[in-house]
């Protein structure tokens, strides 16, 4: 059964602190819609309308380029373990960098890290929760450091010339509004 809710009650706020990775959906108007996997200890809810994330260097910088066309996104979490549910939250949001007055108000709500590329503020609009019942039960080891390794080798300034070689587009080749 599905329940519709328009903020982050205290049931939903336990969830999802219990959890260890959510999935990040967006879609620009055209071109591929995009779904990300996100891990460690990266998720903040700093009210009952508005959560956080820290999105780290990678590969690409599709998210940034997606809601810079159309600001929605999607962030998915379902319990691995215990009792099923999938949790979805709704809103729409917008990318924080280094250089914006609002990162020094977001950014030590995260540990410092190297490959820190956007905060995403994300404007709760609703939320559902389903049942989950198909949903395999796994066992959480562990978070990877490997990323967090990577980055510290390369040091802040070689991961912001990653940037402008890797992530000032988008794979349809949407800017991504990316600020060195």
């Known amino acids: 059964m599905s329940k519709l809710l328009t903020s982050i009650d205290e049931k939903t706020q336990k969830f999802i602190e219990a959890q260890q990775m959510f999935f990040v959906a967006t879609a620009a108007s055209d071109g591929k819609i995009n779904l990300s996997p996100k891990g460690t200890d990266s998720f903040r809810i700093i009210g009952p309308n508005q959560v956080v994330w820290l999105n780290l260097t990678g590969s690409g910088n599709e998210t940034a380029a997606h809601i810079l066309q159309n600001n929605r996104m999607t962030i998915m979490m379902c319990a691995f373990d215990g009792k099923p549910n999938i949790m979805r939250i ?12 609002e990162w020094t108000t977001h950014a030590p709500l995260f540990k410092e890290n ?10 709760v609009e609703q939320i559902q929760h389903s049942c989950g019942m198909a949903v395999p039960l796994y066992d959480f080891v562990e978070h990877r450091d490997l990323l967090d390794i990577a980055h510290d080798k390369k040091g802040r300034q070689k991961v912001k010339e990653y ?10 080749g949407l800017p991504t509004g990316q600020k060195i």
């Open 114 to 123: 190297t490959g820190a590329r956007q905060i995403f503020l994300v404007e």
């Open 163 to 172: 940037w402008k070689e890797k992530n000032m587009v988008s794979l349809d």
């Open 90 to 101: 709704y809103g729409s949001a917008k990318a924080i960098y280094e250089q914006d007055p």
